[in-house]
């Protein structure tokens, strides 16, 4: 039922990707670390010179950045502080700064084995995420089937250009531009375009936290921008 979805990419985004993929976060003590350096290095502050800015000693800042201590809270805001990111961007595998530029030009898109449905990741893809965010485009006249997802996984969508049918079990809900709709992504769903011209929509999902107890089998489409 599902439509198979094809990568289009960037050869110069893949290369990109490689280094990054490469990036030993393996635990809380590396990612904490690599983010302080690299943050400290952009700035070309010493360790000497952050120390002073921020009040956390020079041992504890080397300590840290050679992964050898987790720093508390109140550290990390002193020196995040001193450096004027915000303290998520110590524990972020991307987005040091505190945000991440993703250019339309090269962009990752998912597209279907026919051309006419295609989903783009607005967000980073390496990074794994409790919410997704996709814009869509679905061709006239064109159904997409719908992956259905685990108990608990939930889609917001709104139409931002034409018009869309939306199928949860046997409901189905016509959206003009601006309308919005949330269903639970564990039904049987797809997405209809009636019109004559082609229909985009933006789409949140939010992903759910199994319980061990259900024993929910990997999805490989999940990976593949599910609508």
């Known amino acids: 039922m599902n439509s198979p979805l094809a990568l289009v990419r960037d050869a110069t985004l893949d290369a990109n990707d490689g280094s990054r993929a490469a990036e030993p976060f393996d635990a809380l003590e590396h990612l904490v670390g690599v983010n302080l ?3 400290r290095a952009e700035r070309q502050l010493s360790l000497d010179a952050l120390a002073r ?5 020079r041992a504890m800042l080397a300590q840290i950045e050679s992964a050898r201590s987790v720093p508390s809270i109140k550290v990390l805001c002193k020196v995040a502080a001193a450096l004027k ?5 110590f524990l972020r595998r991307h987005a040091t700064n505190g945000f991440e530029h993703l250019p339309a030009d090269r962009a990752t898109r998912l597209v279907s084995s026919n051309g006419r449905y295609s989903a783009r990741p607005l967000y ?7 919410a997704e965010f996709h814009e869509l485009r679905i061709a006239p006249l064109h159904t997409e089937p719908g992956v259905r997802r685990a108990p608990g996984t939930t889609v917001n969508l709104v139409v931002s250009e034409g018009t869309l049918e939306v199928s949860v079990h046997d409901q189905r809900q016509l959206l003009a531009t601006g ?4 269903f ?5 769903h797809s997405l209809r375009n009636p019109g004559d011209t082609e229909a985009r929509a933006f789409r949140v999902t939010l ?3 199994t319980p061990p ?10 990976h593949a921008a599910p609508v």
Do not use: K, M, Y
């Not at 990111?85 to 961007?89: E, G, L, N, P």
């Not at 107890?213 to 999940?222: F, I």
């Open 85 to 89: 990111v915000s303290v998520a961007a």
């Open 207 to 209: 992903n759910a936290e």
């Open 184 to 188: 639970d992504a564990d039904q049987p």
């Open 213 to 222: 107890r259900w024993d929910v089998p990997h999805d490989p489409a999940r």
């Open 179 to 182: 309308d919005a709709i949330v």
């Open 53 to 57: 800015a921020s009040g956390v000693s």
């Open 37 to 39: 350096a690299r943050l």
């Open 124 to 130: 980073p893809d390496a990074e794994p995420a409790t």
